[in-house]
């Protein structure tokens, strides 16, 4: 940061001796209230040169010390507004971890969540299969069923018919 401290040590120029001490502090006075209201804008620094001014004679030092002292304010503003800025990005990488933190989450749900349905959905197939073959097996069965009650009504109705009974051998089960 520039301090305005060494303006003490410079060697102050004497205006030419043609004009009156009070009118040259009449329009210092005049310049740096001028000044003052051009503060706020980076093109007052350049109002307070003039080039025919400066051509003239040597500038006064007092004018020097007010242009550096803006030039220090503006720089404090825009340090503090690059301050501003890095709190306002580090604010922000904050947020984006927290988002890329949420979104590796629902990645990873999603996922899970996707293994889960295709687990699920395989299991459904081998239930369907399963079923298929079962659903198969019931209708032979069902088949057989009324072929022997089709061959046990016929034999009833020949009232002919005669009853085996046999034992299977246990090493068969």
Do not use: C
């Not at 004679?57 to 030039?71: F, Q, R, S, Y």
């Not at 749900?109 to 349905?117: E, K, R």
């Not at 239930?127 to 034999?155: I, W």
């Amino acid at each position: 940061m520039v301090t305005t401290e060494t303006h003490q040590s410079q060697d102050l120029r004497v205006p030419p001796q043609g004009q009156n001490p009070d009118q040259n502090q009449d329009q210092d006075q005049e310049q740096d209230q001028e000044q003052d209201q051009d503060q706020a804008s980076p093109s007052s620094l350049l109002a307070g040169f003039d080039p025919e001014t400066m051509s003239q004679g040597p500038v006064n030092a007092i004018t020097v010390l007010t242009l550096l002292d803006k030039l220090v304010n503006m720089l404090d503003a825009v340090q503090e507004n690059q301050n501003k800025m890095e709190v306002h990005q580090v604010e922000m990488e904050g947020v984006v971890r927290g988002i890329q933190a949420d979104m590796t989450k629902l990645s990873k749900s999603h996922s899970h969540t996707s293994n889960t349905v295709s687990k699920l959905l395989d299991k459904s197939r081998k239930l369907s299969v399963t079923m298929k073959e079962v659903r198969d097996k019931m209708e032979r069965q069902g088949v057989q069923v009324k072929k022997l009650e089709a061959n046990h009504a016929h034999l009833i109705n020949r009232n002919n018919f005669k009853v085996l009974i046999f034992q299977v051998p246990l090493t068969i089960y």
